[in-house]
């Protein structure tokens, strides 16, 4: 008998504890009909296919994490905001890898709604790092070293990626320290690139699609 109350809601969070378990890459409309205690066809009523499951599980998942960084960041400042974000990043990304998997996903051109939950989470991160006070030419690449060395570390960990007899904390710690370093070295700003746009604010929230505010 099809299970009471289904609707896109509790199919998206149902397949979204389905790929913290299973994997991100191997949800199938099956496993989540089956978690759900329904038939395949069943699914297709609320959640148009595998594709709009997985959209709306990336959506959900972005907004999550938005979330809990922003709780992490909050009255923080600086180094200490920088390390708040970081240690909240990697410690949602090991309780949910399937979500965070989702997380990368980048949005569609023509997906306002993940446009805009992707850009949130963008806002957080410069926010964390407005306490620097860089120069606004250097801003997105800070924002884009911070984010690449943190999801790397993360993707390498959620996947096993780390043999070694040593600390993975320790590691990770010292991987954020030595970023904050370079921040409070580039603090008083450098030379902007000949190939920068000089108009910093068409850079702020160019990472995922979305125009800049007017």
Do not use: C
């Amino acid at each position: 008998m099809p299970r009471a109350g289904l609707t896109p809601a509790t199919v998206i969070e149902a397949g979204a504890a389905l790929a913290d378990e299973v994997g991100f890459t191997n949800l199938t409309m099956g496993l989540a009909a089956e978690r759900l205690g329904v038939r395949t066809p069943s699914l297709y009523k609320h959640v148009d296919s595998l594709d709009a499951l997985r959209r709306g599980i990336a959506i959900q998942a972005k907004r999550e994490l938005t979330h809990v960084l922003a709780r992490a960041a909050v009255g923080k400042f600086g180094p200490d905001a920088v390390r708040a974000f970081a240690d909240a990043y990697r410690r949602w990304a090991l309780d949910h890898p399937g979500r965070y998997a989702a997380t990368i996903r980048a949005p569609a051109a023509d997906d306002e709604e993940d446009k805009h939950v992707s850009n949130e989470a963008v806002k957080v991160l410069y926010d964390v790092l407005a306490g620097f006070k860089l120069p606004d030419t250097r801003f997105v690449d800070a924002a884009r070293s911070l984010r690449a060395a943190i999801h790397g570390f993360a993707a390498l960990e959620t996947t096993n990626g780390f043999g070694l007899n040593r600390d993975v904390t320790g590691s990770y710690h010292f991987l954020i320290d030595s970023l904050i370093a370079g921040l409070q070295a580039d603090q008083h700003g450098r030379a902007a690139h000949p190939e920068d746009d000089q108009d910093p604010s068409k850079h702020r929230y160019h990472e995922t699609g979305t125009p800049p505010p007017n």
